[in-house]
């Protein structure tokens, strides 16, 4: 799944650059709380993208769907807490139990896939 190989790498790299601007470029002008939500998502993101790149080399449906919901719901996740530490813009935040729920809901249908290469 190619496309999957490459949500999941993209991912990766987003959750890296987070990472880095979290730790050098942003310290001084955020709150510890601001930083605090910038690791978590990447750590969030950073899972899901090791998850997607095993997943990319699995067949079947399942695996598909569980994927995609995991790189969806994590990328969607990180992206609000991103948001709200970048902005503050408070908006978002209802926009993070949707990822949220995604994310754990593509690991329950793993549950039913079948690891086939």
């Given at each position: 799944?190619?496309?999957?190989?490459i949500v999941a790498a993209l991912s990766g790299?987003?959750?890296?650059?987070?990472?880095?601007?979290?730790?050098h470029a942003l310290r001084a002008t955020l709150?510890?709380?601001?930083?605090?939500?910038?690791?978590?998502?990447?750590?969030?993101?950073?899972?899901?993208?090791?998850?997607?790149?095993?997943?990319?080399?699995?067949?079947?449906?399942?695996?598909?769907?569980?994927?995609?919901?995991?790189?969806?719901?994590?990328?969607?996740?990180?992206?609000?807490?991103?948001?709200?530490?970048?902005?503050?813009?408070?908006?978002?935040?209802?926009?993070?139990?949707?990822?949220?729920?995604?994310?754990?809901?593509?690991?329950?249908?793993?549950?039913?896939?079948?690891p086939r290469l």
């Amino acid at each position: 799944m190619r496309w999957m190989n490459i949500v999941a790498a993209l991912s990766g790299v987003a959750a890296l650059v987070m990472l880095v601007l979290a730790s050098h470029a942003l310290r001084a002008t955020l709150t510890p709380e601001a930083l605090d939500r910038i690791q978590l998502g990447a750590f969030i993101q950073l899972i899901a993208a090791a998850t997607g790149l095993a997943l990319a080399n699995r067949s079947g449906r399942l695996n598909a769907i569980a994927g995609g919901m995991i790189l969806g719901g994590a990328g969607l996740f990180a992206l609000v807490l991103y948001t709200l530490s970048l902005t503050g813009e408070r908006s978002v935040a209802m926009l993070a139990p949707i990822g949220g729920i995604a994310l754990i809901l593509g690991w329950v249908v793993l549950v039913f896939a079948k690891p086939r290469l």
